[in-house]
């Protein structure tokens, strides 16, 4: 260093910034490796857990990645291999006969030698000599308790209804915030913005009361319906966009005698092809994962829920299955989580847009 | 932004032109879906609730329907469980939104590092959590922080630590338990803040290198100040969820309030309120209290904004 400063060569100096900015970079990139891999754990804890046996996720001391005791096969008989503290020192035997107070194990290095006797509770001892065993089955019988099928169905209905009322209605709406001269716009636009900033609990206990009222509770309708009266996320969005089309072509629109709604169709919406995929890649993932909605509107009706609620009810039911919760978990998360790595790009876009130019 | 990009409107729909009337009515037309949804599904429910909140209505009825004045108010002062659940609330709240505003703008200034290799992975990855279902997420962190088969206090038994704390059975640990769970979400700010970090002019930092100035003082003095209005943003809807926070609660543990009543949340009691027992009456006096409260908290924000929050090109 002393030497540099002494003779300062212009080489010298950009190699030691070259050495400088690669440790800095190497050290900040492990770091936030090491906080990525302890923020992606779960989604591990997941896949491990769905793999195990119901008895390995409840037994202390066994490996975190799904795998099975031994047994040991005696005279055609399977004896499971338990790690027994003796005068020798831990040794792995065979249970061989169950007691209460006291249990007979036999060795399964040696099976014909007397079988030894063990005072103590067996059901205290710890299964040994694990080894790697994945129960890929816990998918299947997951997929058949759940019923899976008629959920990934109901879901994708009630994202696809919502999807139409939600793209018909705020492309309407956008339309008419981005292009119209109105008195009063201003104002109207200044509400929508301030109903995000809305508790929903004010407004639950009359909704709920007035869907009860006309017997909508307990049909997806107080579910689908709303959508198709826009809401102020994406009709921002959406607007924001279209403010962003050239008005000359809606004019030139005008001239050849096209109306509103034809200059809507063949103009604006063909050119906002990227805010509808947005919007529409958004409203599908939200939908996917909407539970209070469903969950009040649709709690009686089983046959009705969507995954996020049948995920819920299959765990009050099953909360004694831990493998079969997660291996639910992570076919429910599944489409969601490819939708997503197919269209990241749309995702990030469209929260920055919302978020930051609001 | 958006009022900039609009023309200023001061016209009177009388003043208006023919043409510019009939353009008004078009556009009133197109507008017509969000208004008749504002009105049937936000501001009707609203006065809705109010006017419930003055009457004895019950789902079952036992009693005739009566306008009861502000009764309804008046247990509610007297009523203990409220005011617990309030503190629970606001305890929660106390230790999830610094912790829920810091990590996302920590995560953000180390993904925008120009030191870090492979940005654009890291986003995609930090951000993916965000998309799980959210009772999925529940039960996968349920099981992570399970005080005796969990990973994470395996891991903090690898590391030592005698006796780890039981998570979501103790009273004292529960609500750092929820906190955690609501950090795997952070992605949405997360973006937000990023977004925010690269709208930073860049003669912004060269100046502040000109200066001398360090890595804290930049961040003090330039950084901050000019993502202060996404700062605002996501302070502003995460109060307003904290307020409203029970879904977690209600998911975990069948919204039974355990341990003790420690996640007896305000709005559990109003969901339990209404539909475990069918109060409407008292459940919309509720409502009108916890939106009451939210209100005033939005309001000091908004307030609060000249001291703390920078908005570039505004004289404010």
């Known amino acids: ?30 770091l936030a490796a090491a906080i990525l891999i302890a923020f992606l754990l779960p989604f591990a804890y997941m896949l491990f857990s769905s793999l195990k046996t119901k008895e390995q996720m409840s037994e202390l001391g066994t490996p975190l990645w799904p795998a ?66 994945p129960h890929w089955e816990n998918f299947m019988t997951a ?43 201003d104002i109207l636009f200044t509400i929508l913005l301030a109903t995000v900033f809305l508790p929903a609990t004010v407004t639950v206990i009359p909704t709920y009361t007035f869907f009860t009222k006309i017997g909508w509770v307990g049909t997806w309708l107080p579910l689908i319906v709303p959508t198709f009266f826009a809401n102020a ?12 089309i050239p008005r000359e072509m809606d004019e030139a629109a005008m001239l050849d005698g096209a109306g509103p709604l034809k200059i809507l169709t063949s103009i604006i919406l063909p050119q906002a092809m990227p805010a509808l995929i947005a919007v529409s890649v958004f409203h599908i993932v939200w939908a996917w994962n909407d539970f209070f909605g469903p969950f009040i509107y649709l709690t009686n009706r089983p046959e009705l829920q969507p995954i996020s609620v049948g995920l819920q009810k299959f765990n009050s039911i099953h909360n004694t299955n831990p493998n079969l919760t997660q291996a639910t978990s992570l076919l429910a998360l599944l489409a969601p989580l490819l939708l997503y790595f197919v269209a990241q790009r749309v995702f990030v876009r469209g929260i920055v847009i919302t978020g930051v130019e609001k | 932004m958006f009022s900039e990009l609009s023309r200023p409107q001061k016209i009177r729909f009388t003043k208006l032109s023919p043409l510019a009337r009939k353009e008004a009515r078009i556009g009133l037309l197109f507008l017509l879906p969000w208004i008749i949804g504002f009105l049937a599904f936000t501001l009707i429910p609203l006065v809705a609730s109010l006017v419930f909140s003055l009457l004895n209505l019950t789902l079952t009825q036992p009693e005739p329907l009566k306008f009861i004045g502000l009764e309804n108010y008046q247990t509610l002062l007297s009523d203990s469980q409220i005011w617990s659940s309030l503190l629970v609330t606001v305890k929660f709240a106390a230790l999830a939104l610094p912790i829920g505003l810091a990590i996302p703008i920590l995560l953000a200034l180390l993904i925008n590092s120009k030191y870090l290799k492979g940005r654009a992975i890291f986003r995609t990855l930090f951000y993916a959590p965000a998309i799980v279902p959210f009772v999925a997420a529940i039960y996968a962190w349920n099981g992570m922080l399970n005080p005796d088969t969990g990973w ?26 929820l906190v955690i769970i609501g950090l795997w979400g952070v992605g949405n700010s997360m973006v937000l803040y990023l977004a925010g970090l690269q709208g930073v002019p860049s003669e ?47 998911v975990i543990n069948s919204g039974t309030g355990a341990p003790g009543n420690a996640t007896m949340f305000f709005n559990l009691y109003l969901y339990k309120t209404f539909f475990a027992y069918g109060n409407m009456g008292y459940g919309a006096s509720l409502a009108w209290l916890l939106f009451a409260v939210i209100l005033v908290a939005t309001v000091i924000l908004f307030k609060s904004q000249k001291y703390w929050v920078y908005y570039a090109g505004e004289s404010r």
Not at chain 2, 159 to 170: A, F, K, M
Not at chain 2, 207 to 236: E, H
């Open chain 1, 1 to 30: 260093m002393a030497l540099q400063t002494l003779n300062p060569s212009a080489r010298s100096l950009r190699r030691s910034r070259v050495l400088k900015d690669f440790l800095k970079s190497t050290a900040v990139t492990f």
């Open chain 1, 68 to 133: 099975d005791a031994s047994t040991f096969t005696y005279k055609d008989a399977e004896y499971d291999v338990y790690r027994v503290p003796t005068e020798q020192g831990l040794r792995d035997l065979a249970l061989f006969k169950k007691g209460l107070t006291a249990s007979t194990f036999i060795d399964p290095a040696n099976p014909e030698a007397e079988p030894i006797r063990w005072t103590g509770s067996w059901r205290a001892l710890p299964r040994s000599n694990w080894k790697l065993a």
């Open chain 1, 143 to 185: 997929w058949k308790q759940i019923n899976f099928p008629r959920m990934f169905g109901n879901t994708l209905f009630y994202a696809v209804m919502t999807l139409i009322g939600m793209l018909f209605s705020c492309t309407l709406v956008a339309y008419g915030f981005a292009r119209f001269r109105i008195p009063g716009k």
């Open chain 1, 233 to 244: 996320f994406d009709v921002f969005l959406l607007r924001q966009f279209f403010l962003t």
């Open chain 2, 152 to 177: 994470v206090n395996r891991l903090l038994q690898a590391l030592g630590v005698q006796e780890p704390p039981t998570w979501v059975n103790d009273p004292n640990t529960v609500y750092l338990a």
């Open chain 2, 204 to 250: 912004l930092y060269d100046a502040a290198q000109v200066d001398g100035a360090g890595w804290w003082a930049t961040l003090r003095n330039v950084t901050l100040p000019m993502i202060s209005p996404v700062i605002m943003y996501d302070m502003t809807l995460a109060t307003i969820g904290l307020f409203q926070y029970f879904l977690v609660p209600l």
